[in-house]
């Protein structure tokens, strides 16, 4: 049988600060995903939740909003909304969110997200698709989305949670959760792939669910990155393994999964030996304390994943509608890595 990879990796919590810390005005940071761009800046999409929003601190009626960085850790400056809701009876008009990027071979910046025609979340949920020619804009939204709302969202269902990946000949790959009551063959992450910079895509497929990795519940897909050959130790790949983390572990905590065949795979996964991610900031409502369970890997110019960052709360108080109730602001703090290991053990007899 084979024995399960492994997934670590340690945080240098002394690299967070203020400076580290991507700057808000009334408003939070809840999903993030990073990229570096051929000027060799990190730009980093997010889900944009108003303090005003009715159902804060929850990001079903956010928009997506870019940072950007010189180096991925300091000086993050906010360059405003990128993907703005749908207008009246479009299929995002309530909402965009849980974004995915990644640069295409042409130079353009594809960006998935989540399409909500209902402000209060709600089933039917797709997965749209905008092209800008660079990072920061303008993004033109694709009349043909990624998943339509029904389909493999469909029943009582919904599909969420985008993550993208750039990879070698032309290739960019895409993953997103699909939740609730969807038809058959049901909940997980599903992967498209495009190697024409967002023009036509592969056929749908599922590549992480209870029925494929057995014993785990990959519920939504929170972060994922490539980590290269040299993050690896033990590989049966000799490129670099796929990482998709997914909330569903253990008490709800979050679990890796790894692209684990020879080549460069990136719809075969299995399950981290590891039951649960234990590399974060300490779980509770205080201020700095991790919220949400939001993390993100960013990579290098190079690809290297060197910065991991996290959801935080920062104790200014938001009044939630929706909970009745005194939530409070979080944004995200980005930390530098110490290492990022994935052991994995060849099959065995």
């Known amino acids: 049988a084979m024995v399960p990879p492994n997934f670590t990796f340690a945080v240098d ?41 009715p159902y804060y601190p929850a990001s079903y009626s956010s928009e997506i909003g870019v940072y950007s960085s010189p180096n991925g850790l300091t000086g993050w400056k906010y360059h405003g909304i990128v993907v703005p809701r749908g207008p009246a009876g479009s299929m995002d008009s309530g909402g965009v969110a849980s974004p995915g990027a990644a640069v295409a071979p042409d130079g353009s910046v594809l960006l998935g997200y989540a399409a909500e025609a209902s402000p209060s979340g709600g089933i039917n949920r797709g997965i749209g698709l905008a092209i800008a020619p660079h990072p920061l804009g303008p993004f033109v939204k694709q009349a043909a989305p990624i998943a339509k709302p029904l389909g493999v969202c469909g029943g009582t269902g919904r599909c969420d949670d985008v993550i993208m990946q750039s990879r070698p000949g032309g290739e960019v790959h895409l993953y997103h959760s699909v939740k609730g009551g969807a038809p058959p063959p049901g909940v997980g992450i599903r992967h498209r792939m495009s190697r024409d910079s967002g023009r036509s895509w592969s056929n749908s497929t599922l590549v992480l669910s209870s029925a494929l990795q057995p014993g785990t519940n990959p519920m939504e897909t929170i972060a994922g990155k490539w980590f290269p050959a040299a993050a690896l130790q033990n590989t049966s790949s000799a490129a670099g393994s796929m990482v998709l983390i997914t909330d569903g572990g253990p008490g709800n905590r979050l679990h890796a999964y790894l692209s684990n065949a020879p080549g460069d795979p990136m719809e075969e996964f299995v399950a981290a030996a590891e039951p649960w991610i234990d590399q974060h900031p300490a779980v509770g409502g205080g201020k700095g304390e991790w919220a949400n369970q939001q993390i993100a890997f960013i990579p290098d110019s190079a690809g290297d994943i060197v910065a991991v960052s996290f959801s935080l709360w920062t104790g200014e108080p938001v009044w939630s509608a929706q909970a009745n109730a005194n939530s409070q602001g979080y944004t995200h703090t980005v930390y530098r890595l110490k290492k990022a290991v994935i052991a994995r053990a060849a099959s065995g007899p």
């Open 13 to 53: 919590w002394s690299t967070g600060s203020a400076a580290t810390t991507l700057p808000t005005a009334n408003f939070s940071v809840r999903k993030l995903e990073a990229i570096v761009y051929m000027d060799g800046q990190t730009y980093a999409y997010v889900d944009i939740v108003p303090f005003s929003d």
